[in-house]
């Protein structure tokens, strides 16, 4: 299994500003990911955070407002840059393990006034 | 082709009552099949998967039913408490280790357990 933490839980954010959210896996995984989840709805990937080279983003999302990192097997980061209020929204950090079982973090709760 | 349609949208049931979220989807490479449990303020927790080589699994009180020639899935909760209200996700994935492939989430069904 694996248990993932994200910080900040949620944040309150004026926009024009950005905010990086931390992901940290507490075991080495294959692959980390990162969702967006509008209260109520479903989940929307964002990106797939590749070891050490650029992300692989969905149709929709660009680097230059979702910059991603993973320096390493258990850590990520997503940088929410230039916030609107359309950026307020739940993002979660997911993980796959070798057993091809997907985690998620408990998200952060993002409020852009 | 990609879609995994998830009904119903919200569900009330008694204690003790078994409610049941259908799913269903296209994509014929779809071979693993698991289903999220979230409740409000938390992330998705993976509660039961199947692949399509059973028809049924159980794990407590929850059970998946697999029907592989209608290409549809449900879950079932046995016994159900108010514990249990949430919003379940069903999805699907091809390719459960290496040929890794996005994994496709229905839409959630919100339960609510009324004691």
């Known amino acids: 299994s694996a248990v993932i933490s994200q910080k900040p839980s949620r944040d309150i954010c004026q926009r024009g500003t950005s905010l990086t959210i931390q992901c940290q896996v507490d075991?080495?995984?294959?692959?980390m990911f990162w969702y967006r989840q509008q209260p109520g709805q479903s989940l929307t990937l964002i990106a797939t955070?590749?070891?050490?080279?650029?992300?692989?983003?969905e149709s929709g999302f660009v680097i230059d407002k979702f910059p991603i990192s993973r320096p390493n097997l258990t850590f990520s980061t997503l940088t929410v840059s230039n916030m609107s209020p359309e950026d307020s929204s739940i993002y979660l950090c997911?993980?796959?393990?070798?057993?091809?079982?997907?985690?998620f973090g408990p998200g952060t709760r993002l409020l852009v006034l | 082709q990609q879609q995994v349609k998830q009904s119903p949208q919200s569900l009330i049931v008694q204690k003790g009552g078994i409610p049941i979220i259908n799913c269903a989807y296209e994509n014929t490479a779809f071979d693993y099949f698991p289903w999220y449990q979230q409740f409000p303020g938390k992330g998705p927790a993976l509660l039961i998967a199947?692949?399509?080589?059973?028809s049924e699994k159980k794990e407590g009180r929850f059970t998946i039913s697999f029907n592989k020639s209608a290409k549809q899935f449900s879950l079932h909760i046995m016994d159900s408490q108010p514990g249990d209200s949430a919003t379940y996700f069903c999805a699907a994935k091809a390719g459960i280790i290496g040929g890794y492939q996005k994994v496709t989430f229905g839409t959630g069904t919100k339960l609510q357990v009324i004691p």
């Open positions: 199947i692949r399509p080589d059973v």
């Open positions: 997911s993980a796959l393990t070798s057993g091809g079982t997907q985690y």
């Open positions: 955070a590749n070891q050490g080279s650029e992300a692989t983003y």
């Open positions: 075991s080495q995984v294959t692959m």
